[in-house]
């Protein structure tokens, strides 16, 4: 046994030296295999690419030539400066011109022959600007920073090219403002032609530096559209003089003009189009009389944050055509809202824009009402919307002395509504009969209503089944068409419409239409109902019913029903927090 085991022993020096050189011999051939494969699969990669770009060769956009590319390509980017709404670089870091250039050889091709393409700076991280310079060439840039954060750190690397921007939108933090300024007025703007510049403010406390005369080096000749908000500037700088559009809010009272300023400051810019302004605070008491600023090129002013009387001061001292859209948000009104519509309208006689439609917004707090010169409303904003047929868009905060809704139509008689063709209103508030009463009293030729918001119809229903025998006692004489959204109807309000629709038919003023969208306590049954009396009913099929508990014993919870169980007190309590105080001896509201 012995004898065996050296023997084994004796084997292994041999066996380890035969194992080592098989080893070697693997790796050596492995080695080779590997490199092999990696040949192929890099082969493989490229021509993986190839087909890759052949196929897009072969699509059919490769085939359009490089100038409608190079215009789709402009509009991307375009419409990804000026629609973004997020204030930071994109998540890879690449501007959207870059990414364009990694789709195909051809593409890359066309974008990189194209400098406009690589002047759109959209908040671009400073690792990019290099390039994006080298790339725009000559092309005037277009500059957008709509956060103090993506600004921070490469504000002083743009600014470089201020003589280069055509269009300039900075947002600043407030400490970072003076050393924005020092850039800006380092050198002149020849191309620069619009100019936003907002300061975000954690603490009013901190003085800003004020924009002066210097900026630009007093020499921007093309700059005709300027926008500050929260910033500090001195009504005779350089920068408000020629302009098209001016838009300014939101100002400390280190800057905020007199009115003698502020025409100063106006009749330096003869061709202004759009003008918009805050001014929360009231004009110094001026005693001189000023004569009227002449803006003949007007098309679109809007108020801000404004009181009453300042508005009242400074459309007495302006003169613009007569089909200038205006927008005014106020303080709570008072008395002197005639003198208002006086000085806007200086000649209600003569010839001007045909008013077709109204729509009222009605809350606690806030009143708006708009005029509009087509039959449907394009924008839901109530203040300043992107609308060119609204005229008159007047939104004003509530008192205890103008919380009547009836006051909208008060308004309506100031301007030329005999032509009104509709009517909307939402409502968050209960509107008495009285409401409606008013409205067909100066509306007599409406003929669409539309009502969403509001917690019932009970006073519209009782106010269009009123009149005498001849037609023209009839509330809404021209009523045709009647859209009902986001309504809760009380038990046995849908039978009641139903009669009135036959009874408003017997007198030949039938409605013609009725639009019933998310309306509550609103079955198929009822529906039916009023599809046998109107030809028209586009029910959009909401079926959901006012029931308290769990649904099954709670009662029903419709402002009929609950005024029976409860005497009216859930009722009276509805109208403790509506818009007048109710007065139960003479059903009717009166003031606070």
Known sequence: MI???????????????????????????????????????????????????????????????????????????????????????????????????????????????????????NCVSANWLEIMFERSKKAALVVIYRSPGSLRKCFQQILSQLPRIKYLQLCSSSWEVDRILDCLSSQPAPSLQTLKFSVVRKSHTRVIRPISDSIFQGRAPLLRSVELKECTFSWTSCIFSGLRTLDVRRIGSASYPTLSQLLSALRRMPELEQLTLGLSSRFSEDTELFDQVPLARLKRIALDACTLRNAVSLFSCLAFPVDVKIALNLAPIGSCLSDLFLVMHKDPDGPGPIIRS?????????????????????????????????????????????????????????????????????????LRDNFWRAGSADLPTLENIQLSGTCNIGSLIAVLQSGGVQCSDMAYPSLHALELESIDFGCGEAEELQDIVIIRAGHGLGIHELRLVKC??????????????????????????????????????????????????????????????????????SEE
């Open 520 to 589: 509550r306590n609103l079955v198929d049954d009822k529906v039916q109902l009023l599809k046998e009396v109107v030809p028209a009913v586009d029910w959009d099929g909401h079926e959901e019913s006012l029931v308290g508990g769990d649904g099954s014993g709670g009662g029903c919870l419709c402002h009929n029903c609950r005024d029976e169980s409860s005497s009216g007190e859930d009722y009276m309590q509805a109208l403790l927090h509506s818009d007048w105080d109710y007065d139960p001896d003479s059903d009717a509201y």
């Open 3 to 121: 004898q065996t085991l050296s023997t084994s022993l004796d084997i292994i020096p041999g066996m380890e030296s035969t194992v080592i050189q098989h080893c070697h011999a693997t790796r050596a051939y492995v080695t080779k295999d590997t490199a092999a494969f990696n040949k192929d699969v890099a082969a493989l990669a490229g021509s993986s690419r190839d087909l890759r770009s052949c196929r897009i060769t072969l699509s059919c956009i490769s085939w359009l030539p490089p100038e409608i590319l190079t215009t789709i390509f402009t509009y991307i980017v375009e419409d990804d400066a000026f629609k973004s709404r997020t204030g930071t670089p994109r998540p890879c870091g690449a501007p959207i011109s870059v990414i364009i250039t990694h789709i195909c050889k051809h593409w890359r091709q066309v974008a990189l022959e194209c400098p406009t393409l690589w002047a759109y700076l």
């Open 358 to 430: 109204m729509r009222a917004s009605l809350s606690y707090h806030t009143f708006g009402v708009q005029f509009s010169t087509s039959t449907t409303f394009k924008s839901e904003y109530f203040w300043n919307p992107p609308d060119d047929d609204i005229i008159l868009s007047l939104q004003f905060k509530c008192s205890s002395s103008t919380r009547k809704p009836p006051i909208i139509f008060d308004i309506c008689q100031m301007v030329p509504h005999h032509r009104i063709r509709s009517l909307s209103v939402t409502s968050s508030i209960y």
